[in-house]
């Protein structure tokens, strides 16, 4: 692969302007291994980048590249942060010239949910699915509702009697940059907004992975950014909190983004931090009904910060390199 001669790994972006585009950018800027090669803008092409993102502090400047201009780069590792249906003329592209001379085969994390359900790539929840990676080119960074919904409900998989119920609550920011009544400050003051109520993308999408059919009911809240997420199971055999929570502990000890925890998560504490915490752990009487809560900020473990454990694991760095372990979880939990 391509580098530069201080030897790190050249890093494209294609969507920076996006609210997850400035922190793929701020962690790329700070990432021991990793440095920019392009950022692709079509609304700031021309600018600089370090005009719009204070973490950076080079002489690049956004570009409007289209597909084929992308696939010349010549880059390591192309992220592409673009809407859902917008992914396939890059892919096809970096394809077409990946078979030219000399051509070499960059990485691929998709962003979008364009190849959440395409076999041929590896669908990226590392404390779930690293042990699937096998040195794929292509990968397919999970949606920021579906990883809170998965790290919920993945310890009690094989003791559920029915179909998770999730009910998601998303800060504005999850509904992008382009102006719409989710992202609509004046309509979400005082608010929440239900939305896609059933047959929702995340809730298909986890359901395909995790193998069992799951209810997905999403809002949108007036805050900017984070995730709440209380999922309520229905287990086959009745159980105790205690030992709900300590599946909970042993499934993800030594996984240093998750933090299972005895009350329920607030989501002003997870927002700005690179970690889940679940906890909440509730139980029905009877035993057989329990809710778990589970935050994280959509716009990093839900995003970019999952992508760069996505980029560290392609290159075979350590997981968590150039994510801040102090911005892990606030200290307040």
């Known amino acids: 692969m ?5 030897g790190k790994n050249r890093i494209g972006i294609v969507g920076a302007r996006g ?10 800027a700070g990432h021991p291994r990793f440095e920019l090669g392009f950022v692709s803008s079509r609304e700031l092409d021309g600018q600089p980048v370090r005009e719009h993102n ?4 080079g002489a690049l400047r956004y570009e409007n590249l289209g597909p084929d201009a992308v ?24 394809d077409a010239a ?37 040195g794929q080119k292509r990968i397919s960074n999970p949606g920021c509702y579906a990883t809170a919904m998965q790290l919920a409900v993945a310890p009690l998989l094989d003791r559920l009697a029915g179909p998770p119920q999730c009910f998601g609550v998303s800060g504005y920011s999850g509904a992008g940059t382009t102006p719409s009544d989710k992202n609509n400050v ?3 003051r005082d608010n929440l907004m239900p939305y896609a109520l059933a047959d929702h993308m995340h809730e298909r999408e986890v359901s395909r992975q ?62 700005g931090k690179h970690g889940v915490e679940i906890g909440g752990f509730t139980v029905a009487p009877g ?14 473990k839900g995003a970019a910060t999952q992508a760069i454990q996505n980029l560290n694991l392609a290159f075979g760095f350590d997981e968590l390199a150039g994510i801040p372990r102090a911005d892990f979880f606030s200290e307040a939990a």
């Open 2 to 6: 391509s580098s530069n001669t201080a």
């Open 19 to 28: 609210h997850t585009g400035a922190e793929l950018i701020r962690l790329i």
């Open 54 to 57: 204070g973490a950076y502090a």
């Open 71 to 94: 696939a010349a780069k010549g880059v390591d590792a192309i992220v592409l942060a673009l809407p859902n249906g917008k992914a396939a003329d890059y892919v096809a592209a970096i």
């Open 98 to 134: 990946k078979a030219g001379p000399a051509a070499s085969e960059p990485v691929v994390v998709d962003l979008s949910a364009d190849y959440r359900f395409d076999d041929g790539w590896y669908y990226g929840l590392p404390e779930l699915t690293r042990g699937k990676y096998a």
């Open 186 to 188: 004046e309509l979400l």
């Open 210 to 271: 995790l193998g069992v059919p799951v209810e997905f009911m999403p809002h949108v809240a007036p805050w900017f950014r984070g995730i709440t997420m209380t999922a309520n199971l229905w287990l086959q055999q009745p159980m105790k909190a205690e030992a709900i929570r300590g599946l909970y502990r042993e499934r993800y000890e030594g996984e240093p983004l998750v933090r299972v925890i005895d009350g329920a998560p607030w989501v002003s504490r997870i927002a």
């Open 287 to 300: 035993g057989k009904r329990v809710v778990v809560v589970s935050t994280l900020d959509n716009l990093l």
